[in-house]
């Protein structure tokens, strides 16, 4: 037990200063820890942050970063207005949309919620039997100030997973809530050629109507560049 008391305080939360007192440096990351509880950030995304984000000038990175404090600095999340980040994997997409979470909190105090979208549908279909926590769970989703939806459309949908989301975006798109959305594939189909669609996109698996309400709400933000996950490994000889 004595391992987990603090070295500076002795466990009692304040410090003696020259001009009183003052609240231990482990009451303020008992705190953020709490709030990353609550805002559902993944361990691994502790740490991430805007300020630490090593921007790609080839990669056109600090236009994105521009953007994004443009909208944090605004008043675009009272309209309803989010972002859909869309760009191959380990980019750094969930990297950024956490950002932008902790900077709504540290700015304007605003509680969100981060969910990996393939995490939601099993949690929401592993209860989902008319349980109350299933209820709890769709309701906190619907309703928190901003929802950061993670990897949205990465792989095939269900008819009752496609319901499920179309239910969330459909009231967040009513009531002006917005949405970070991070994806691997395009929101709206394009045609490449006469009569050659371009598939695998949002629009695709979800339907046009959804699409629709995102490129409405959302401004899409390509991000491009090398694969950070990918190039932080040791080559094993």
Not at 51 to 61: I, K, L, Q, R, T
Not at 109 to 122: A, E, N, Q
Request: aromatic share 8%; hydrophobic share 35%; proline share 3%.
């Amino acid at each position: 037990m004595e391992n987990n008391i603090c070295p500076v305080c002795g466990g009692l939360g304040w410090v003696i200063k020259n001009n009183g007192v003052k609240k231990c440096v482990c009451k303020y990351s008992e705190i953020t820890e709490n709030i990353f509880n609550r805002m559902n950030i993944p361990k691994r995304y502790r740490d991430k942050d805007l300020s630490n984000f090593v921007p790609d000038p080839e990669a056109g990175h600090e236009f994105i970063l521009m953007r994004i404090e443009d909208y944090i600095n605004s008043d675009d999340y009272e309209k309803g207005k989010g972002l859909f980040l869309v760009g191959s994997p380990g980019v750094g997409k969930t990297h950024l949309a956490v950002g932008i979470l902790k900077e709504f909190f540290r700015r304007k105090g605003i509680v969100g919620l981060f969910y990996d979208t393939r995490s939601l549908l099993f949690k929401l279909k592993s209860s989902f039997d008319g349980s109350s926590s299933a209820r709890e769970i769709l309701e906190e989703v619907v309703e928190t100030p901003i929802l950061v939806l993670d990897d949205l459309g990465s792989e095939r949908l269900s008819d009752w997973a496609r319901d499920i989301l179309h239910y969330i975006i459909i009231n967040r798109y009513n009531d002006l809530k917005p949405i970070i959305i991070t994806s691997n594939i395009d929101l709206k189909t394009s045609r490449k050629t006469e009569g050659d669609i371009l598939e695998n996109t949002l629009e695709e698996r979800m339907g046009q109507a959804i699409a629709s309400r995102l490129s409405e709400i959302c401004e899409v933000l390509p991000v491009k560049g090398k694969d950070k996950r990918g190039s932080s490994l040791t080559e094993i000889k």
